[in-house]
């Protein structure tokens, strides 16, 4: 009985020192989706416009956004992160494809906002 | 006996965490090797147009890869970086309809020539496990190098981005540095937080900063060449991280022998035992799952949080050993604690503050040791551990022996102002561990003192606790003198 609820107490104690590092980590995560939202609203256009060059430099930058803080996205949540870095790397490798093939760039781009957007709330 | 049970324990602990090392790092190129050939598989079936099986196949490799890329990218970012690159290219070929099998083709064959960089060992090796050589030193020269020159570009937030970044990629440094020189490692975790303060206040202060950094870059840069640890770095880390639990955990042990109850010493070792275990396993979990940069931030919250918590608990078991101190006070606890038993409550306070004294810094001790098994003979390190804990071991017995010799009254005022200096200090470096992590700001002091001893920074959200923690300790001290003298007054007109 006194074994358990030393247990107890360890847990509740563990529990709350990772419960403060997720807290700390989330407005890191916040703010870097919030940028690659914003960077991801000049992909698309650049896509619809057909301007591959733009693509690949904003594709690029966004993706340099994405590196600041996906160590904390893997931690946090490890399947959300895969779920991220599909779309995000069909999109750097789709800007560079010749013709672009805008039906499938225009389909990730609104998946990976769709994930970013959940990041933000 | 304890002691032994407890170094015991902590050496299982840390072989297995060695051992673990050695056989994830033994395995990147023989997993790539292996997974590659489901990549050829794929390519074969693309070229012979049989591109829903092509698909199939390359999902399964994707799957692989997912398991093994940790692997790959401690031994080298750039083999990651190129061959996520090259999937990524195979899977838009996937997405697009219908599947152009040429284009296909080309990417299969790009990331196998990719995988088999690797695998020969073309690409260079810059992974994180690399970096905890003296590489990892050359990398936050250059990053205060860059903050530097952002500065000067007048580039606040560049600046501080890079300041950031040495803040996340400390945690694979530490042990570098703090073998090498204890006062290096602590000027550089004081002036991380004043550098951020500096670079992120409302009106930042770029000149200071600038001086800062060279200051900075100066007492770092001669720790580039070592390399190599010796017995002596293996003792120290323990001896130094070791020795504030050490501090509390006697103090309850003696604490409990002078109350009658040595026998409830299980809890404090049980406390310590499940620091050192849940301290390891998190360690280990850091090391193979999130990747110590991921974790830097959260070890200081760690150390931050867990620090304060402890220092509140110490608050309270030093109020409490002082007015133990007063003769009255301690004839009534001996008068009732004759009829009963030490409370369950009270007991599982004292397993939790050891095991908060432990788990305070145990992560970052056992990364240390993980860390540091690379770069040092397996000999070493086992006798370094093994001197570093008999050192403790024979203050403790010391202390111990000595703590039971001494009158009541003497004992219960000394223990009571260490605990009181260890709160004092958790205090101080809770707060720092909190400013490190980002969570708290600091408000520089330029003319308050450093002085690591006491926990003490230049910075007011440090500083003031610990004013606040000193005066209410004092007022509690003259109260309680006023308060055992009245008390004793009034025992002598009775008599």
Redesign the interface.
Known sequence: MKIRSLMLALVAVLALALTACSAASGTEIKSGAQKMQAILTDVKSAVDAKDAAKATTEAEEMHEAWEKFEDAVKAKDKDLYEKIEEPLGAIRAGVKVSPLDQKVLTEQIAKLDGLLAGLVK | MRIKRIARLFLTVLLLTVSLTGLASATPSGDLQEADQIVAQALTQAKQGDLSAAKATYDSFHERW?IIEEGIKAESITAYRTI??E???V???L???PVDGS?LSSGLQRLQTANQTFITGGFPADGGQKQQSSGNISGLLTLLEQAKAQAEAHDVAGAA?SIEQFRHSWLDVEGIVLTASGQVYGDAERDMVTLSAYLTSKQPDLTKAITLIDQMHNYLAPLVSKTSYNVFDAATIVLREGLEALLVTVALLAFLKKAGHPEKGR?IW??VG?GLL?SAV?AVAVKFL??T???G??NF??MG??GL?AASMLIWVSYWLHSKSSLVEWQRYIREQSTSALA?GR??SL??LS??AV?REGTETVLFYVGMASSIAMKDLLLGLALGLGILAVIAVVILKWGIKVPMRPFFLVSSLLVFYLAFKFTGMGVHGLQL???LRATVVPYLPTVDFLGLYPNWEGTIPQLLLLMGGLATFVWQHRRDRIAKAALVATQ
Do not use: K, P, Y
Request: hydrophobic share 60%; aromatic share 16%; proline share 0%.
């Open positions: 997912r996520e690159e999937m990524a290219t899977a838009f070929a997405l697009q309809n284009q981005a809890w049980g406390g499940a849940v998190l999130i990747g940069g991921a974790f931030s959260n919250l760690i949080f867990s918590f369950t007991l599982l397993a939790t095991f908060l788990f992590a980002g969570l």
